[in-house]
């Protein structure tokens, strides 16, 4: 199975309308057979990445598990998926929900719909698995947005929930995140258990994102 690399645009500037589409066809040209490359991007801007950059996946930061009618201003899953949306996060440090949300999102989604549940620990990674999401990412709420990687300022919280979520149900897959910017925090991360990254700043503030990219595709290999 092909480790990823999956990039968090955020709400960065560099990284929403008309930068989204760019960012994304970066991406898209820095692919190879041997990484799952994904970008999460805006709900505003699903539609156009996906048009913009078609064998490029794209998932969305967030949904909501609510059906058609009456949920003003809520991410309602069947429209992401209408609208290009090929995968999720949920509970993003950034966008904590409670665990009955996360169940019921899952119980909503098609069954091969990748979604990836943050954990800001170990703890709450063991708390997620026992839900089966595809994906658990572990990020260090502190090291987000830093620079230094989680996989060098916390190692073991890698490979603890590696063997955490493992021991709970070995088909869930296990991210981390936090810091990672290129491709030497990519091969760490393979090397402690963790099937991919998920990342944000680093690609999103860098000056030369192709150069960038590449480093991080370079860290598989
Ligand atoms: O979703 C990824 C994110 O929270 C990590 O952000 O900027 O530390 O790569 P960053």
Redesign the pocket.
């Known amino acids: 199975m092909q480790p990823l690399i999956v990039v968090?645009f955020?709400t960065y500037s560099t990284a929403m309308g008309q930068k989204a589409i760019k960012l994304a066809r970066a991406m898209e040209r820095a692919s190879t057979n041997n990484v799952r490359m994904v970008a999460v991007v805006s709900a505003f801007d699903l539609f156009a990445v996906k048009q913009a950059a078609p064998t490029l996946e794209v998932w969305s930061q967030h949904l909501d598990p609510v059906g058609q009618g009456s949920f003003t201003g809520w991410l309602q899953p069947d429209n992401a998926i209408e609208q290009g949306a090929q995968g999720t996060?949920i509970n993003?440090?950034?966008h904590k929900v409670d665990i009955t949300h996360v169940k019921n999102l899952m119980q909503q989604l098609p069954n091969e719909f990748p979604i990836c549940a943050c954990a800001a620990d170990v703890h709450e990674a063991h708390q997620l698995a026992g839900l089966g999401p595809t994906f658990i990412a572990v990020?260090p709420p502190e090291?987000?947005?830093?620079d230094i990687s989680v996989t060098t300022a916390d190692p073991a919280i890698v490979s603890e929930t590696v063997d955490a979520v493992r021991g709970i149900n070995p088909n869930v897959r296990v991210l981390c995140?936090?810091?990672?910017k290129d491709g030497n925090d990519v091969r760490t991360a393979v090397q402690l258990g963790a099937h991919g990254v998920?990342?944000?700043?680093?690609v999103t503030k860098a000056e030369d994102i192709d150069a960038v990219l590449s480093d991080l595709v370079a860290g598989l290999e």
């Open positions: 968090n955020k996060i993003h440090a950034e990020e090291l987000i947005g830093g995140g936090a810091g990672v998920l990342l944000a700043s680093g």
